[in-house]
């Protein structure tokens, strides 16, 4: 998450809690952000009937109306798209969620209008699990798999895509960012007078109002290397790359779409359009893409 809205820490001092990112930036701050548009919005607000098809709720249009699904996946990654009173509604943050996607990739995959998908990126990243969640939705898809990068595809949003078929990026997109990132901020005005009440030595880490203590840290830095190595694991099973090779280049940093090729994070440089020339092959007619 790269964004530092102090209205929205609100939430988490009601709430006490952190959330474990990964994220483009080095140093985040955390806070929960929000929109009111989920990913394919018309498609999950819909009474699908039996006979519905994955191109009709996409366009509005037959089913012969397209043949690949596209999905964006723009904007701060979450498991699941928050309620907009659960913080200031007046923001407009826009975020992605890993269910609608999932929901999506494997409703196009059942969907026999649906000959293959291609998800667009731009996003700095989000939440391992939202990130794993979606790569692991393309692993086992069926159909044909494309990713296009724009302008970022980076951290959680990487590792979401990393899995697909073949992935496109611009030579000047930002591309990786294989790192974690834990981070908060404390409240200096409230934590000389904090006051424990809880049982667990932990319960109260991450809390803003509670000092970080060397042990405090310590027990964040374990789960973050942890949920390191997970991202570095499958970015080589997915690339089909020895894990030496993505450590090497898992210093949390991005790099541009020409070098992304070259250690491998990517398979062409490409756009959209290079994408639906390169399903066109595979599936043995013309791309026509519904969104």
Same mark, same amino acid.
């Given at each position: 998450?790269?964004? #530092?809205?102090?209205?929205? @820490?609100? !939430?988490?001092?009601?709430?006490?809690?952190?959330?474990?990112?990964?994220?483009?930036?080095?140093?985040?701050? /955390?806070?929960?952000?929000?929109?009111?548009?989920?990913? !394919?919005?018309?498609?999950?607000?819909?009474?699908?009937?039996?006979?519905?098809t994955?191109? %009709?709720?996409?366009?509005?249009? &037959?089913?012969?109306?397209?043949?690949? @699904?596209?999905?964006n996946?723009?904007?701060?990654?979450?498991?699941?798209?928050? =309620?907009?009173?659960?913080?200031?509604?007046?923001?407009?943050?826009?975020?992605v969620?890993?269910e609608?996607?999932?929901?999506?990739?494997?409703?196009?995959?059942?969907? &026999?209008?649906?000959? *293959?998908?291609l998800?667009?990126?731009?996003?700095?990243?989000?939440?391992?699990?939202?990130?794993?969640?979606?790569?692991?939705?393309?692993?086992?898809?069926?159909?044909?798999?494309?990713?296009? /990068?724009?302008?970022?595809? *980076?951290?959680?949003?990487?590792?979401?895509?990393?899995?697909?078929?073949?992935?496109?990026?611009?030579?000047?997109?930002?591309?990786?960012? $294989?790192?974690?990132?834990?981070?908060?901020?404390?409240?200096?005005?409230?934590?000389?007078?904090?006051?424990?009440?809880?049982?667990?030595?932990?319960?109260?880490?991450?809390?803003?109002?509670?000092?970080?203590?060397?042990?405090?840290?310590?027990?964040?830095?374990? %789960?973050?290397?942890?949920?390191?190595?997970?991202?570095?694991?499958?970015?080589?099973?997915?690339?089909?790359? #020895?894990? %030496?090779?993505?450590t090497?280049?898992?210093?949390?940093?991005?790099?541009?779409?020409?070098?992304? =090729?070259?250690?491998?994070?990517?398979?062409?440089?490409? %756009?959209?359009?290079?994408?639906?020339?390169? @399903?066109?092959?595979? $599936?043995?007619?013309?791309?026509?893409?519904?969104?």
């Amino acid at each position: 998450m790269t964004f #530092s809205e102090n209205k929205v @820490l609100k !939430y988490f001092e009601k709430n006490k809690t952190t959330i474990l990112t990964l994220s483009f930036l080095a140093l985040v701050f /955390i806070a929960l952000n929000i929109s009111g548009n989920a990913v !394919y919005y018309k498609f999950f607000n819909t009474n699908i009937d039996q006979a519905t098809t994955t191109a %009709d709720i996409s366009t509005g249009g &037959s089913p012969s109306s397209c043949n690949v @699904l596209g999905i964006n996946l723009h904007g701060e990654l979450y498991t699941y798209i928050p =309620k907009q009173n659960d913080v200031d509604p007046t923001t407009n943050y826009d975020v992605v969620s890993s269910e609608n996607v999932v929901s999506l990739i494997q409703k196009a995959d059942q969907d &026999s209008t649906i000959k *293959a998908i291609l998800i667009e990126v731009d996003s700095p990243g989000g939440e391992p699990v939202a990130g794993e969640e979606i790569a692991n939705a393309l692993k086992t898809a069926t159909k044909p798999t494309v990713a296009v /990068i724009r302008q970022t595809g *980076a951290s959680a949003a990487y590792w979401a895509i990393s899995s697909a078929g073949k992935i496109f990026a611009s030579r000047n997109s930002d591309v990786g960012s $294989i790192g974690v990132t834990e981070s908060y901020v404390q409240d200096p005005t409230t934590s000389k007078n904090f006051v424990q009440i809880s049982v667990g030595k932990y319960k109260d880490t991450g809390n803003p109002a509670k000092p970080l203590t060397a042990d405090d840290k310590a027990l964040l830095l374990r %789960d973050i290397k942890i949920v390191q190595q997970n991202f570095i694991n499958d970015v080589a099973t997915n690339r089909n790359l #020895s894990v %030496d090779a993505v450590t090497k280049i898992a210093d949390g940093s991005s790099v541009l779409g020409d070098k992304a =090729k070259s250690v491998g994070l990517i398979d062409e440089i490409g %756009d959209e359009t290079s994408a639906q020339n390169y @399903l066109s092959q595979k $599936i043995g007619t013309p791309a026509s893409l519904c969104w």
